[in-house]
């Protein structure tokens, strides 16, 4: 083991961190979607500080940038050799913070980077892998780009439509790529050894218990769906009240009856949330005629997750056949809970437990390319700690002290590792 400078690593994740934040298509706000010139710079700048930290660096057809430090005897990364996959995503919501995502990609190359200057290489190779795609925020799917990684990309994405109405085939071409490129790099299941990923944990748990670091047990089961409702748009100051065919109240009514669903289910972690509206034609004096509604809805095992999913369209069709309101229901995402592999948590709470710290285990609500890549390979997650749990909004925070533990953990665990 090498000597480790913990406050250094971190003072180093900082800039890093910040470097990408200043990357966003609004000013004053992180915004970074997949496949947006914005996602570009941020590709190239991690691309830079691959080469920088001795990696070689690709760059798949959908833009995951992957960053190679070929394992001891490896000619050039040759395929066939065992590797260690380090990784978390260059994209962020709308209105973002600056660490998610971000702070894994950076504790893969600071890690990679440590390896390389000290050992040269390990006897297993070492990928760190910038993924385009795990939000969800531009395209109706989410975690496309480790998806592909994994093996299983889903050519029915390439017909996606972005929010805005841009195919994921236009994307791709704008972005340089090919769309009949996409999805064809995925790992062979004998390469990849284990995926690991940092970060933040999103959640007030690690703070409550005083501890900077925490080891992930499972990803929450997670569902995303459209669901559309036509009614009949009407002169707000002529047609009566109980002759209205309103699309929006029964949107209303429609997300308060997902959120008593998921509260009802509050021991078991369920978290339903209505986070998107399209109202149309929308103007205040018209009755709304359509409305088209997001729908996110988590727990921590897949069958809490369908009977509440279940309760969920059961009353949604109550609600809208009550109202006389037309309802498609079309599901976006629905990924299974995920378990995080017990020997590399074991050796994850060592290389944390080395460090001073005393590894808190947990659950994790929100979802990570670690669900997509456990089709491929164990996973492991390193959690760190962020101030008041807050994420998905620019207050967002990650000492630079705890962002060191993290690397250092990381490197530790990577030194440790084998392949
Ligand atoms: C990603 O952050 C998600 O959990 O939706
Ligand atoms: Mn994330
Ligand atoms: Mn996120």
Known sequence: ???????????????????????SADPGRITRLFLTPEHRRAADLVGRWMAAAGLSVSEDGLGTVRGRLPGRG??????????????????TVIDAGAYDGTLGVIAGILAAEHVSRTRGAMTFGI??????????????FALGCSSAVAGAWDEGWLDARSFDGTSLRDALRRYGKEPTAAGQEAYDPDEAAAYVEVHIEQGPVLEA?????????AIAAQSRLSVALTGEAGHAGTV????RRDALAAAAEISLALEAIAREGAADFTVGTVGRLAVS??????????????????????????????????????????????LAIETLHHQGATACDAGL???????????????????????HDGQAMAGLCPIAMLFVRCKGGISHNPAEFASIEDMGQAVAALIRFVEGFEG
């Open 127 to 140: 990928d760190v892998l910038a993924f385009g795609d795990e939000e969800g925020s531009r395209f109706p």
């Open 74 to 91: 490896e000619r050039g990364g040759a395929n066939g050799a065992r590797r260690l996959l380090i990784g978390s995503h260059l994209d």
């Open 1 to 23: 083991m090498t000597e480790l400078d913990p406050h250094l690593l971190g003072t180093r994740a900082k800039a890093m961190i910040d470097a990408l934040a200043s990357i």
């Open 240 to 243: 009566p009240m109980a002759l």
């Open 209 to 217: 218990q005083g501890e900077a670091l925490g080891i992930v047990t």
């Open 281 to 326: 034609p929308g103007a205040s004096n018209v009755v709304p005629g359509e409305v088209e509604l997001s729908v996110d809805l988590r727990s921590q095992t897949d069958a809490v997750r369908d009977r509440a999913l279940e309760r969920f369209r059961n009353a949604t069709a109550e609600i809208a056949a009550r109202r006389s309101i037309g």
């Open 345 to 367: 948590q074991g050796r994850l709470a060592g290389a944390v437990e080395a460090g001073g710290g005393r590894p808190v285990r947990l659950p994790s609500g929100a979802g």
